[in-house]
């Protein structure tokens, strides 16, 4: 087995380091943040940090990178209040990469990567009409990581658009059946299999594997 340490780490290329620590928290969603100015430009960029926080209220996180350089998203959250967290689904993933590109202010991610703005119930910011999962978020609050001047922002679900068939009796979710993908490192896009489903753990009570017996009814 190879040990990587902390000295050959500092020591790497740049772009190597990059895609080898990214890749090492594993799996990680595929979401696209959709967010307005107040002089009505669009914004929408690929995020793989979104995270949940807690469940009542109802809290997802992302984490931003340093505002060295214009953070678009970071203004237009922090001008209206207002964002919307998309899924990424297998069917546009291309499109949703393409907006990691470091577009100028004035110009919209959804028309320059040929996806399409929607409007629901009169929320401010817009979601994305190809994604069939999506949530609209209201601003709480910010914490910065002092370690490497990153932004923890925290903000409360207000809305959940999502196909009704996805939705199970528990209130778990099929993602499968909207293909869902997943990122790992910083370019790398993937399909899910789910392998496994498990009641809740208890001590004493050995696991389960309810999907198994699903699959062979």
Do not use: W
């Not at 190879?2 to 990059?18: G, H, N, P, S, V």
């Not at 809290?59 to 899924?87: C, D, M, Q, W």
């Not at 002092?146 to 658009?161: D, F, H, M, P, R």
């Amino acid at each position: 087995m190879k040990k990587i340490t902390k000295a050959e780490i500092q020591q790497m290329d740049k772009i190597y380091r990059l895609n080898l620590i990214n890749s090492l928290a594993g799996y990680k969603s595929a979401n696209l943040i959709g967010t307005k100015s107040n002089n009505g430009i669009t914004n929408l960029s690929i995020f793989s940090s979104v995270i949940h926080l807690g469940s009542n209220p109802a809290l997802l996180g992302f984490i931003l990178r340093p505002a060295t350089v214009p953070r678009h998203t970071f203004s237009n959250i922090k001008e209206t209040g207002f964002y919307t967290i998309n899924h990424v689904h297998k069917n546009f993933v291309d499109k949703a990469h393409f907006t990691s590109a470091k577009f100028a202010e004035e110009i919209s991610e959804f028309e320059a990567c040929f996806l399409t703005e929607e409007y629901l119930d009169h929320f401010y910011a817009p979601f994305l009409k190809e994604s069939r999962l999506k949530m609209g978020m209201k601003y709480l609050e910010e914490y910065e990581i002092k370690a490497n001047n990153t932004i923890l922002l925290v903000g409360e679900i207000q809305s959940v658009y999502l196909p009704e068939e996805i939705l199970k009796n528990d209130g778990d979710l099929n993602l499968n059946l909207i293909k869902d993908v997943c990122i790992s490192g910083l370019n790398n896009y993937h399909e899910v299999t789910q392998l496994a489903y498990f009641n809740y753990a208890r001590p004493g009570q050995k696991p389960v594997n309810q999907f198994k017996k699903i699959q062979t009814r």
